[in-house]
């Protein structure tokens, strides 16, 4: 039983005023003294600067306070605090390859532009972060989100919520935060997110390309799996098993294939935007469909991810692939289109059984198991949201996580959305704030309610009716499949 109020939460608001009182970073401040104030650099706990405005939840001052800057790490972040602060902050971390760079590209505030507006006009602070680095910058990240929130704190006053939340890559993040650093949040919405972890998540993709290159590109060593040595080789491994692909999707063999290897990445089946779901029993049009999202699902970015880790963090040693395929949800349609191009599946899964496997580099595993495999140690709520067909994660993705987060005995601190289509982070306006609303609900009252798709769509219909910027709702009940290979950390 959940309690009636949420001590934890005034806890983490104690250790964050010693965190920031005790911060000693200091960067110079660039501002002008009018409602409006642009910020040059900003860091941790940076003392008041006279002539600068801001805004408290406490002493209602009415803003508006608007930062952007940059952290000594270079790191981008801004801030926005509207009139009349309710006192909430939302604090927004980017996806994957989206780096400040030496451009110093501005952080973006999460959501989209009309939850973005809607939020604000109802008095909601929003908070981002972009890192200075590209692709999995995940260790940084987490870093410099404390920056951009001892720096909200300096030009915004002290928020009574803090809710952390982020897409995909940042979505994980936002996870990240909730498990590492519930002196900072008091409760994260990852979306679209990869809570399975990368570890889990590459594994899965290995997986998969395993299957297509060991059936239908045997002696292609232009198709490499792992340990890549640059962004040109990695550019044409991808553009070779391309071509791969494309030639197999011409035979009602290569098809097969194909569905056989997309089943192991668990390949959403209604993948492309704008489409129809195929039926139950069209297995030719799910086929289309996976086919359509093989390439980015499977040979997603690598090398990149593995220059961060130190090496391969992927393996298939000891996998049974006649269990995956088993286990997938695609067994029936595997075997029918196996069937209809008349194939052996039985040979090809003997075939991938006798493969030479592929194993990981220890060291690698260990640093992408830091940033970030989720343990399920939970210290604030969590509310995650996901499209029944993203692939970039798969939606299977929320069950690993609940899973674990159950294992670790923290389930009552979880609830999970789920919204009925495909694509990747295309949430409406009334989505968003209704996933917000709802976890702000359960940090301030210690009790999840209205978590149910009826009652998310009752709530994103009432917003859209005041506002119908923010567009229709499609909550669904929904309880993914099993992820196929989920990984948590043994310590």
Known sequence: MEADINPRSVINRAIRAVTVLTATAIATVTATVTPTVTATALALAVPPVAGLPQASAASGRTGPVSVMGVHPSGATYAIEVPRNWNGTVLTFSPGYGQGAGPQHLPADLGGNAAAQSWLLAHGYALAGTRPYGSGWAVEETLRASADTLAAFTQVGGEPTTTLAWGGSMGGAIAAGLAERRPDLVDGALPYCASVAGPVAMLNQSLDAAFAFKTLLAPGDDAVKLVRLASDDEEARSVAAARAVLDAAQQTPAGRARIALAASFAQVSTWSVTGTAEPAPRDWAAQQAQEYAAFTATVFSPRYPL???????????????????????????????????????????????????????????????????????????????????????????????????????????????AFVDRPGHCRYTGSEFVAAVRTLENRVTTGRWTDVDAHRLNALAARLAAENPDLGAAEFIPYTPGRFLRPHVPER
């Open 306 to 416: 593995e220059q961060r880790a130190g090496g391969n963090f992927s393996w298939n040693t000891g996998v049974d692939y006649r269990r995956e395929l088993r286990e997938s949800g695609r067994a029936q349609q595997v075997r029918a289109l196996y069937d209809s191009a008349g194939l052996d599946l039985d040979a090809d899964l003997a075939a991938l059984a006798a493969a030479p496997r592929v194993s990981a580099d220890p060291g690698a595993v260990t640093y992408m198991e830091n940033y970030f495999t989720p343990r399920g140690a939970l210290g604030v709520p969590v509310l995650t949201m996901h499209e029944r067909g993203d692939n970039y994660p798969t939606v299977t993705q929320a069950r690993a996580y609940s899973d674990v987060v159950r294992r670790a005995g923290n389930q009552a601190m979880l609830r999970q």
